[in-house]
DNA sequence: TGACATAGTGTCGAATGAACACTAATTTAG
DNA sequence: CTAAATTAGTGTTCATTCGACACTATGTCA
C-alpha cells in the first residue's frame, strides 16, 4: 500500500481566488490536469513530503502549508492502492511560479473555471474550498494570501474573492481594527489614485484569538 | 507502507466525558493503554476500516465517525513504516460495550484521567478533544451522545462535560429552542424528582444551519 | 403531608452585527 | 493649472444577540 500526498495551493491573482493544477504528462490521465503530488519516501513525514512535492512540481518554497484530508478508496488510482494525505495551501499573490523542472506544466486556474481533473482530485479540490472558507471566518488564514505589507483594500479583496460576495467597507475596516492584529506603517502605496496606507499583520496575539469563537462574522 | 486507522470514541457517563482505551497484549508497548485500531486492509476504505476496527476491538456498532488527521512521522511505530489515519467517534451514553473478543481489555476513561498511551496515540487523543470542542459549537454533533430521546438538562450537560464549564440553564435553553431542531414529545422521563420532558433531535433543517456560523456560543 | 430535589421560566443592560453616504487625497486629462 | 475621475477613509443608528441573574412548579420520598 503505497502513501501519497496531494496538494491544492491558492493564491489570489488581480481579485480573483486561483488554484495551482499541473498537466499529467504520463498515463494515467495523460494529458489532463491534476494536484501537484506525488509519494511519500521512506524517511520523510507527511509534511515534508507536501513540501517536498510543492517545491519540486511549481519551485514554490515559502506556503503556508495544513493537511487536509485523507483518501483511500481502493480504487481511487487505477495503479493500485494508494491513499492520499491531502494538504492545501496558501501562497501570496507576489510570489511567482519559478520556472523550474516540471513547472512549465504547473498553472493557475480561477476556482469557478477549473478544467476536468485526474482520479479524485475534484473532490479533494472541493474539500480544500470548503475548508478555506470556513478557516477565513474562524482563524487568520486569509494574511497568508497577502504580502508583508499590504492595503485595507486588497485585504478586503482576499475575504470578497474567497467568500464569493461583496463586504461592506467600513464594517470590515470596523471589524478587522478592533481585532487589534494589524500594525500601521508609516508608508503608503502609490500608483492609484488617494495612496493608500499599509499595515503588516501582527501574530503576537494571536493565542488569545482562539477564544473569541467567530473572527470575521462576514 | 502500512496504513493503520485509530480511533478515539467519545462518550459520556455519568455527566463525564470518557474515552475508551484497550490494554496491548503483544508488544510493543505492552502491557500499555492504546487506542484501538489496526491496519487497513486490501479492499476496504479508510471509513470502512475504522468501523470494522471499532467492531472488532469494542463490539461497538452505530456510531457517528469522522476522520480526524493522519499521522505519519517516519518513526511513530517501531515495527516500522505505518501512517495512521486518526478517526474520532461517537457513541451514546446508553450503548454498552459487547463483551466480545478482544473487548474484554477494553475500558473507559475520564478525559482528564488518561493513563500514558502507547506510540503517538496521547497527540491523537489531544487532536481529538479539540476537534470535539470546536465541532460542539458550530455542528450538532453533541447529539450524538445521547439517546434518541433525552432531556435538555441531560442535553446541557452534555456540553458541559465537553467544554469543562457550567453554562446556564435558562441561556442554554433559550438557544437551544431558537435553533428549532428539538422536537418535543408527549413524554417525560420519571424517577427524579419533578418529571423532565424528553426531546429528540431533528436534523430536518440541518442543512440551513451551516451558514448560521456559530451555533452554540457557550 | 411536608421537606427536598430537579424542572422550568423572563427581563434587562451590554455588546455586536448590518445597513447606509459622504468627504479626502491624489492622478490624469483637457 | 484646473476640473474631473478614482480610490481611500470615516460614524451613526437600529436590530439582534449575549450574558447575568432568581424564583416558581411539580413531582418523589421519608
Redesign the pocket.
Known sequence: MKVAVDIVIFTIQAGVLKALLVKRLIPPFEGQFALPGGFVLKDEDLDQAALRELREETGIGDVYLEQLYSFGSPDRDPRGRIVSVAYFALVSADRQLHAGSDAAEAQWFPVSKMPQLAFDHAEIFEYAIERLRNKLEYTTVGFQLLPEKF????LQTVYEAILEKTL????F???IA?LKILKPLRE?Q????????LFKFVATKFEKLKDKG?LF??
Open positions: 492595503t485595507l483594500t486588497e461592506d467597507k467600513r464594517n475596516r470596523r471589524k478592533q503608503f502609490h500608483g492609484g489614485q488617494r495612496p493608500a496606507q467567530i462574522p462576514f
